[in-house]
């Protein structure tokens, strides 16, 4: 981690009076949760791309369920790390929420709760750009409801009777307007974005930090490589998440 850029990035920190954090992947692959491109390859012969699909939960909704499931096992093993704790901590010190997530993991959620102790976890919670994949969501009325174990019968809407699925956005799908309008106003109105453990080349995510950017505000990127976003960035920081986070945001 160098230093002379650690030392910028505080300072960015230091004056900034509303931040955004978007975070990716590579934040919670630090936890054990495997990104797409290192998912532990075939799931009875399927590879992930082709299962997270709205073609594939049309086609074969048992199928994809299944791997939800099995899905929702190993994430629920996984725990929330330094990187987000730090960031929990931040939000919460500050009383106003910043962070914008693509995981659908729930670890920014579980890292909140777990800081805030007694107090409103409000400002920790993260918007869920991807959605959520603890959380179920009717496929007729949207109706949105805890997960529950599958059983032998796919899950039903206790509301309308529809279909339920994993309130997660599939490929195929656009992503939930309200929440992506959220998430840009935040930045729109930021004077420093963080951008953790993703490229955010891949649009809409791509907007959070430029719109910052196109605001007058500045942008620091944490990842462990370059990406395409490395150019834009006022502040490169070079380390894993839950290294960096606790040594900027203290």
């Known amino acids: 981690m160098p230093h002379q850029e650690l030392e910028r990035a505080r300072e960015l920190v ?10 990716g992947a590579g934040i919670s692959a630090e936890s054990g949760v495997p990104t797409f491109r290192d998912a532990g390859g075939l799931w009875r012969s399927y590879r992930p791309e082709e299962l997270a699909t709205i073609g594939a ?11 939800y499931a099995w899905r929702r096992g190993f994430v629920a093993e996984c725990q929330p ?19 914008v997530t693509q995981n659908v993991d729930g670890l920014h959620t579980r890292a909140a709760l777990k800081e805030a102790g007694d107090g409103p976890p409000d400002a920790a919670l993260p918007i869920e750009i991807h959605g ?7 496929n007729r009325c949207g109706l949105r409801a805890d997960a529950e174990p ?9 509301a309308c009777g529809g279909m339920r699925r ?5 490929f195929g799908e656009m992503l939930d307007s309200e929440l992506l309008a959220r998430a840009h106003r935040l930045a729109e109105r930021a004077d ?3 951008v953790i453990g993703t490229s955010a080349v891949v649009q809409p995510a791509a907007g959070i930090p430029l719109a910052t950017l196109h ?22 920081v070079r380390g894993a998440a839950g290294v960096v986070l606790p040594a900027l945001l203290g």
């Open 14 to 23: 230091g004056g900034a009076e509303r931040v955004v954090a978007l975070t």
């Open 57 to 67: 939960f049309e086609r074969d909704p048992r199928t994809v369920w299944e791997w």
């Open 81 to 99: 790390n330094d990187g987000h704790r730090a960031l929990a901590r931040f939000f919460l010190a500050r009383g106003t929420a910043g962070i």
């Open 132 to 138: 959520a994949i603890a959380r179920d969501r009717c």
């Open 150 to 158: 599958l059983g032998d019968s796919l899950p039903r809407c206790a």
């Open 166 to 170: 994993p309130d997660v956005v599939l």
């Open 192 to 194: 420093l974005c963080l």
């Open 215 to 236: 605001g007058g505000g500045s942008v620091i990127e944490v990842n462990t490589e370059a990406t395409e976003l490395t150019g834009a960035a006022t502040v490169e």
